[in-house]
């Protein structure tokens, strides 16, 4: 199945991690600023004939719009997702224990996107997806992701409680999300197997996705707005595991 990549990222990320997957890649040949420059040097060496010059309007054929930044590739679209057990299981022994977000009904392309971004920058082992309530790997979510859509696992389930009791089951401590939540983010310890539960702006979590969590807490706001975007509060969540988690390594090396 074909893909189009969008943006610098995008593009950058995949010749990272499988460059033989990007079947022909196009750019501006009018942007001749220093990341086109450097760019091109990477891709010419790497993709030979593969490289095309296009025009402006050749890209907006591919892309549909002009937020391309003159870079566009068509590729086979890469199957990074596993299952949950192969996760836990890469995960076993080691000194950061396996951390999932589980994202319920974030059906906004750019909010998906931007979720995955501050996923992949903490260090999130897989985004945990219901089928049936959620925006899908395309080209929006490509470009906001930054190249984290070609590298992060993203776990699309049938049936979203079930598979956090599959969760549970291998000992992951679930966390969600919920503003009237007594403790805060701030109150618990995130060192171990843990999942983090959003929920759609808005509506939330579903009623069963919210009473399978194993702990519900909410993010301290301070101002007159009463809730984060779910790509914000994400980061809000996740970076205090990290933190805990560079800590705790920290602590136990000296």
Sequence with gaps: MKQILVGFHAVQARLRVDPDSLKSVYFDPSRRDRRMGDFLKQAEEILGERLHAADAERLHKLTGHDRHQGVVALAEKMTVARTITEVVEDAQGSQDKVMFLVLDGVTDPHNFGACLRVADGAGVDAVVIPKDRSASINATVSKVSSGASEVMPVITVTNLVRSMKEMQDAGVWLIGTDDEAQKSIYDL??????????????????????????????????????????????????????????????KSST
């Design 189 to 250: 310890d995130l060192t171990g197997p843990i999942g983090i539960v959003m929920g759609a702006e808005g509506e939330g979590m579903r009623r069963l996705t919210r009473e399978t969590c194993d702990k519900l807490v909410r993010i301290p706001m301070q101002g007159v707005v009463e809730s984060l975007n779910v790509s914000v509060a994400s980061g809000v969540c996740l970076y205090e595991a990290l933190r805990q988690r560079l800590l705790k390594t920290e």
